[in-house]
């Protein structure tokens, strides 16, 4: 699922407000609303998640004119008073792997992002998948490569270093356990296979 985000009502962040974000003022709460475009989330001034970058942020002066651009609730700071449903939680932060895997990323990077605690995400994202976080960013490398493999011609390092799996052994062994196959391999294997077949 995309997140689509209205670029109408992009209206950067005053140096008061900015003030109020990294301050968590609570007197600013229900003065306005911050939303951060790189998560597709909006909260009040006084959340406790960790401020993102102020080039990232747009603001609202209610609640439902960020809805209405496409921002979702904090799940912390529960910005229209209600809680996100976890599904909803979870689909954001499964969506910022799918267009991020190839950089760096960890449980704590990943609860930053989607204002919670890493062990609450952790927890949340196995009831809702069936897997970890990190199993799931896993997958998601894993696929990318497979790809690769059989559409380049790149050598199996740069394909892992692409995937964010610059670690060229951890790569091969990770891409061995999760497909049965090393990446040489499964290219010789798969290579001439009509691509609905594999």
Known sequence: MIV???EVADIKVTEDQWR???LNDAASDGKFFYAVKTTGIFCRPSCKSKPPNRENITVFPDAEQA???GYR???RCKPTGLRLPDEEWISVV??????HYMEELNLQLLA?????????LHRTFKK???VTPVEYIQHVRIEQAKSRLLTTSQPVAEIGKQVGLANTPYFITLFKKITGLTPANYRTLYASVPKGDI
Do not use: F, M, R, T
């Not at 499964?94 to 267009?99: K, L, R, T």
């Not at 930053?112 to 609450?120: C, E, I, M, N, R």
């Open 4 to 6: 689509e985000v209205s």
């Open 20 to 22: 109020s974000i990294i």
């Open 112 to 120: 930053d992002l989607a204002h919670g605690s890493p062990y609450h």
């Open 73 to 75: 609730p904090c799940k």
């Open 128 to 130: 809702v998948n069936g």
């Open 94 to 99: 499964a969506e910022y792997i799918d267009n």
């Open 67 to 69: 809805l209405s651009a």
